[in-house]
């Protein structure tokens, strides 16, 4: 490459083998140290660091410009590869077995002093970092996980094309599509008092695509959904969606594996070479108490209902009259003293339970436990049995209605059993998901959107609350990563489950007429998933939150300290908007004058 050009190698790059070569770098001044007369500094570019040698001596530039170089001035460096002198080669840098001596150096851009250190040794604030996140980004570790997602997207993308999948985009502005999210709703100038609505997904869409002929769809598509936030939910976050027509579950759970694979792969250089493991809904729920079971360690909730069956303590006896459940896990050598035994105790009760029985497997089978006096020889030599405990073992055994009982277990065992290593990776299928969720009171909830096909109608409409649906997920160490089904391809089978749903004909009709109508022109079945790209990102890098994933992430409240969106917008604009803001939120306006404003002043 001729020297025209602002760069002929990237920093990172260069190894023994470029020594003796003349290169031109250009990047971020990342460290500096003088050394009396000769300046040290740490050249960055996007492929990494390079150390660089200015000697005023030699001329690289004028003395002033070197001492006056500071922290992120923007450079360009002519010079010469060359091995470091003994002793100065640094085993942790990968270029670090060179330097590059410098025989110009022009600074193309200064910085201002920064707001925070990007060494990577200090801890800064999150908001700050998001405030700068231009500047966080130079960071190795945001720099990493933008490779690290691209890369995903790439994998994603390949393995795609490859089963001959057609990207196609579909609209952000859309009509409302129910994933059970609240909309967040974009006003129309046109046809004022009118709100298009972002996508939740492009569930709909997806499917007409299916009727539409085209048989393989996927895109990386933008979603949004106005929920409260969790450290792993974001109001705008990216899926690798697709769906397949003349498809069913086998063919979609194929494809997930296809795509699994590719991305572990690339991301983390690891051979998937076990089959995802399969599990129904309920298999799930009863060994694990949780539909996203983390089946990195396998300590299964065990039923020890039949050992008290017949039992004299009245703690179990009760429950179990009342058809509730006595269940336990086996914690494993836990070899927690009183305090932390209680300290289960307390987080057993967080989430629900009225109490929790600790057992401690001591010598010659005995056992330690406040509870143990109330109970027969035989039943205690039961509970060992069934729980395959050994000694050192600690027992945890949770008395209650089932549902609490299996989701106090369930939580439970991911504080006991959970792996502090991320290397581990355990994907899951959960299969046969209900079509309702039924909270306490009994209420149903949808636990899919409502375009999934039931397992069968006639339990639907007479039982909803046992009925089963062509509803899966994805699971990986514990989080779902995402979730799919085979569809209803019939219009009249879909107006049916509107209504089980409790969306009466008039209301599906006024929302999904032209949905329902789309179905009535030959539709193939069809099936489809979506995954979501920045948790299977953030997971595969041991990441404790996405938005160490996402390029410009929102805070916990759904704002962006970078732009200061959500911002207020003119009167004017929404005059044509014709929207008023009421007049107690001006009035909340007045009181806590917000950035904008502060910046409009
Ligand atoms: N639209 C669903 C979602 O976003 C995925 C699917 O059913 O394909 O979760």
């Keep these: 490459m001729g020297r025209h050009l602002m760069k002929t190698a990237d920093a990172g790059s260069l190894s023994a083998t470029d020594a003796g070569s003349d290169v031109t770098l250009a990047g971020w001044i990342g460290r500096r140290r003088d050394h009396g007369g000769v300046i040290f500094v740490d050249l960055r570019d996007a492929s990494g660091v390079v150390q660089v040698v200015l000697n005023p001596e030699e001329e690289p530039a004028s003395e002033e410009v070197l001492h006056g170089l500071r922290l992120e001035y923007c450079v360009q460096v002519v010079g010469t590869v060359r091995p470091r002198p003994e002793g100065t080669v640094n085993p942790d840098l990968p270029t670090g077995m060179v330097e590059v001596s410098a025989s110009s150096l022009i600074v193309l851009s200064e910085s201002d002093v920064l707001p925070f250190p990007l060494d990577g040794r200090t801890d800064i604030d999150e908001a700050k970092r998001l405030e700068y996140r231009y500047l966080d980004m130079r960071r190795s570790r945001v720099a990493e996980n933008l490779r690290a997602r691209s890369m995903a997207i790439r994998a994603m993308r390949n393995v795609m094309d490859e089963q001959g999948f057609l990207e196609v985009e579909t609209p952000?502005?859309?009509?409302?599509?129910?994933e059970g999210a609240r909309?967040?709703?974009?006003?129309?100038?046109?046809?004022?008092?009118?709100?298009?609505?972002?996508?939740?997904?492009?569930?709909?869409?997806?499917?007409?695509?299916?009727?539409?002929?085209?048989?393989?769809?996927?895109?990386?598509?933008?979603?949004?959904?106005?929920?409260?936030?969790?450290?792993?939910?974001?109001?705008?976050?990216?899926?690798?969606?697709?769906?397949?027509?003349?498809?069913?579950?086998?063919?979609?759970?194929?494809?997930?594996?296809?795509?699994?694979?590719?991305?572990?792969?690339?991301?983390r250089d690891v051979e998937l070479n076990e089959p995802i493991v399969r599990m129904t809904h309920a298999e799930a729920m009863r060994n694990y108490g949780t539909d996203k079971p983390d089946i990195r360690f396998d300590m299964r909730i065990a039923d020890l209902s039949e050992v008290f069956a017949a039992t004299e303590f009245k703690a179990f006896s009760g429950v179990l009259g009342d058809s509730g459940s006595v269940m336990g896990i086996n914690g494993g050598p836990l070899g927690l003293a009183r305090s932390g035994l209680d300290g289960l105790v307390s987080q057993a009760q967080d989430v629900g339970a009225k109490g929790l029985v600790w057992m401690v497997v001591e010598e010659e089978g005995s056992i330690r436990s406040p509870v143990a006096?109330?109970?027969?020889?035989?039943?205690?030599?039961?509970?060992?049995?069934?729980?395959?405990?050994?000694?050192?073992?600690?027992?945890?055994?949770?008395?209650?209605?089932?549902?609490?009982?299996?989701?106090?277990?369930?939580?439970?065992?991911?504080?006991?059993g959970k792996p502090d290593s991320h290397d581990e990776l355990a994907f899951a299928f959960v299969v046969d998901f209900p079509v309702f969720d039924v909270a306490d009171d009994g209420s149903l909830s949808p636990a899919h959107h409502p375009f999934t096909a039931p397992a069968d109608i006639d339990t639907l409409i007479n039982t909803p609350e046992t009925a089963i649906s062509k509803a899966y997920d994805l699971v990986l160490n514990g989080t779902e990563l995402g979730s799919g089904s085979v569809r209803i391809h019939n219009s009249d089978m879909q107006a049916k489950v509107f209504e089980v749903m409790g969306i009466s004909s008039e209301d599906a009709e006024g929302r999904f007429g032209w949905f329902l109508e789309a179905l009535r022109y030959g539709t193939p079945p069809h099936a489809g998933f979506a995954i979501g790209i920045d948790r299977m990102v953030s997971i595969l890098r041991g990441e404790p939150n996405i938005r160490e994933i996402i390029p410009f992430p929102k805070t916990q409240s759904g704002a962006d300290p970078l732009t200061g969106s959500p911002s207020r917008v003119e009167s004017l604009q929404l005059g044509e908007l014709g929207i008023l803001v009421s007049p107690d939120v001006v009035a909340s306006w007045d009181s806590e004058p917000d950035q904008e404003a502060a910046s409009e002043s």
């Design 373 to 416: 006096k109330f109970l027969s020889e035989a039943e205690l030599r039961e509970i060992v049995s069934v729980l395959d405990a050994s000694v050192g073992d600690t027992l945890l055994i949770v008395a209650d209605r089932t549902k609490t009982v299996l989701e106090v277990l369930g939580h439970l065992r991911l504080v006991v």
């Design 183 to 267: 909309d967040m709703l974009v006003p129309s100038r046109l046809r004022q008092g009118h709100f298009y609505a972002l996508p939740q997904s492009p569930q709909l869409f997806k499917q007409l695509l299916m009727i539409g002929g085209v048989e393989r769809y996927y895109q990386v598509a933008k979603c949004y959904r106005d929920e409260d936030f969790r450290s792993d939910r974001q109001i705008e976050f990216t899926q690798l969606d697709f769906e397949g027509a003349f498809w069913g579950q086998e063919e979609v759970l194929q494809t997930i594996e296809l795509v699994a694979r590719r991305v572990v792969k690339d991301l």
């Design 172 to 178: 952000t502005l859309i009509a409302s599509t129910p």
